[in-house]
């Protein structure tokens, strides 16, 4: 099991790769200092253009069947002969 704050810095770099920046992401400090077994992520404010980017990124990712689909083709094209 990864630790809350890899988690949180492997969404970072996720989210930098689209160029979305949520200035705030970062551990919750309560559940992180506390006994928790599952701290939070506090994922945090951020202004109306990065919102809107991060929607728009997130309408233009594949989802249900089409992720499906695309996850297929890649395993399929990645094998070696």
Do not use: I, K, Y
Request: proline fraction near 5%; glycine fraction near 4%.
């Amino acid at each position: 099991m990864r630790s809350t704050e890899e988690v949180v810095e492997a969404l970072r770099v996720a989210l930098a790769r689209v160029d979305v920046v949520l200035p705030s992401l970062g551990v919750d400090p309560v559940t992180g200092a506390s006994d928790e077994r599952f701290a939070l992520v506090e994922l945090g404010r951020c202004n109306l253009r990065t919102a809107q980017h991060l929607t728009d990124v997130l309408r233009a990712m594949p989802t249900g069947e089409e992720l499906r689909a695309r996850v297929r083709r890649l395993n399929r094209d990645s094998r070696v002969p």
